[in-house]
């Protein structure tokens, strides 16, 4: 993964692979040790850490007043550190009501909470998406195949400094009925970023 | 600034780095939320962490503001900006008279 092909671009690739030969030269750190940390951070880091703050606000309102007074806090208290390359970066949660859906974008770049959720899906770095969603958020979600009322209030996020988003979708009605493991199943990257909503009929 | 504060983006062209997304320079959107500081985007890309740092808000346009008459009504776009990239809506850095 650190040493050859993790980028399509070769240039890029040869640079890194450049400070990699300098960081192993220097005993700043090997490539075994980089791999193994690129590992651990996929494995532990992924969108299963925000579906569990989202059943947990689903379940619990205190946990839920939390989330949206705190995010960082609130996602800490299940041991998602989260964090980045920046201690400015800090993690922002907004809640889907009755009236009122949100969608996150970057439109300057990729901004995404990737310290709580692992890595953006390539779709939510694309042109398209970015451009498009701020300015016709109906007509992009219709894609995803989430077509909203025309009495609903749509908010889209453009993460264009040091907060990052996560939407936090309603209760559906009927989760009593599931185990946790499938409440959780609900709660996809797609339902966090707000292209889509958790779903009982798409169960099988 | 508090939440509530009514403010424009100003219009402005720079040559470095900045972090006001084009589509809301000249706009005027409602303060939402009080984010915190960061370092200043257009000093960091040149001087890193001996950049200032700026308080950042979170300011709400109504679609129509940004769109035209092709923005649904009920939609709002939010958008976090450093308060250096924001003037009074009176203020008007582009020369224009319109409130």
Partial sequence: ?204 | MKVGDRVRVRTMNPPGHNRAPRYVRGHVGEVVRLVGDGRFPDESAVVGDAARREEIVTVAFAAPELWGPDGHPADRVHVDLFVSYLEQPGERSDGGTTP
Wanted: glycine share 8%.
């Fill in chain 1, 1 to 204: 993964m650190s040493g050859a092909g993790h980028h399509r671009n070769a240039e890029l690739q040869a640079r890194v692979n450049r400070l990699l030969d300098l960081a192993e030269a220097r005993g700043v750190i090997t490539r075994a040790e980089v791999d193994q940390r690129i590992e651990a951070f996929g494995d532990r880091v992924t969108a299963r850490n925000g579906a569990e703050m989202v059943v947990r606000a689903w379940h619990s309102p205190e946990y839920r007043e939390r989330l949206l007074a705190d995010a960082g806090a609130a996602a800490a208290e299940l041991g998602h550190a989260g964090g980045g390359y920046s201690s400015d970066i800090g993690l922002h949660a907004v809640a889907n009501t009755p009236g009122v859906h949100n969608v996150v974008v970057c439109t300057l770049c990729s901004c995404y909470p990737l310290a709580w959720l692992g890595p953006p899906p390539p779709w939510y770095k694309s042109e398209a998406y970015r451009s498009r969603v701020v300015r016709d958020p109906r007509g992009v979600l219709a894609e995803f195949g989430l077509v909203l009322p025309e009495s609903t209030e749509v908010r889209v996020w453009d993460a264009s400094a040091e907060a990052r988003y996560l939407v936090v979708p309603e209760r559906p009605d009927g989760l009593e009925a599931l185990t946790e493991a499938e409440q959780l199943d609900l709660v996809t990257r797609d339902c966090l970023i707000g292209v889509a909503v958790p779903a009982l009929a798409a169960r099988v």
